[in-house]
């Protein structure tokens, strides 16, 4: 029921991109991403819904293929303020189940 | 307008006492969550409110949790009694949902700490 994300974990150099994955076993109506920082509470980035959305602003976007369950969000030239750990969240079709997926810990570095 | 609000920040208790978490929700959003990250790692669904009534309570651990929503306002999450696996940071969310679109907003967190 959880959603599995990929890379577990990135370092990146300021500058370089990033790829987060999350994949979910059941069909899902939407996708929203959360970025949380060591010791605060997760902030919301963006809800992709069904009908292979894609959506972003500023350098971070996010794409979602309803038929692979899949969604991709995408840090270009990332910034040391994008460290955190990345969830994915999943609402099923029938929008009574909400799971975070199992986060992807990003540092970027100078 | 005042975001979600818990209380207390961190508690330190003894396996075997009774902890209660409070969370107070945005004014108006009917949607509560309870969420628990345990040592960093995924957070972990654990029950979720409409108004007063439990939606769904599948991620409740154990009968040693109890979650009550009094009158659809706060919410009051009780550990009794604690054990040592119950440490980790407790979230809650609280989000006014259209349709599919459920924009959750996330408490500070209160620390649980069990010695």
């Known amino acids: 029921q959880q959603p599995v994300q990929s890379p577990q974990a990135v370092i990146l150099r300021e500058g370089e991109d990033a790829v987060i994955n999350c994949s979910s076993s059941?069909?899902?109506?939407?996708v929203h991403w959360y970025r949380q920082k060591h010791g605060e509470a997760p902030i919301f980035l963006m809800i992709l819904l069904k009908g292979g959305e894609q959506k972003g602003h500023d350098k971070i976007s996010a794409s979602f293929n309803e038929k692979k369950q899949q969604s991709s969000l995408y840090l270009t030239a990332s910034q040391l303020s994008y460290s955190g750990t990345y969830f994915c969240?999943?609402?099923?079709?029938?929008?009574?189940?909400?799971?975070f997926g199992t986060g992807t810990s990003l540092t970027v570095i100078p | 307008e005042a975001g979600v609000t818990q209380f207390p920040s961190h508690s330190v208790i003894e396996k075997g006492q009774t902890v209660t978490l409070r969370c107070d929700p945005i004014s108006g959003h009917d949607n509560l969550y309870w969420y628990r990250r345990v040592m960093g790692k995924e957070i972990k669904f654990l029950l979720h409110f409409v108004k007063e009534s439990k939606q769904d309570e599948s991620g409740m651990p154990n009968n040693r949790f109890l979650a009550e929503r009094t009158g659809g306002t706060y919410s009051t999450l009780k550990v009794q009694p604690a054990e040592l696996e119950d440490s980790g940071v407790y979230f809650c969310?609280?989000?006014?949902?259209?349709?599919?679109?459920?924009?959750?907003?996330f408490g500070p967190g209160t620390r649980l700490t069990v010695t």
């Open positions: 969310a609280s989000s006014h949902r259209t349709g599919f679109v459920d924009e959750q907003y």
């Open positions: 059941k069909a899902l109506y939407s």
């Open positions: 969240g999943t609402l099923d079709l029938t929008g009574n189940q909400f799971y």
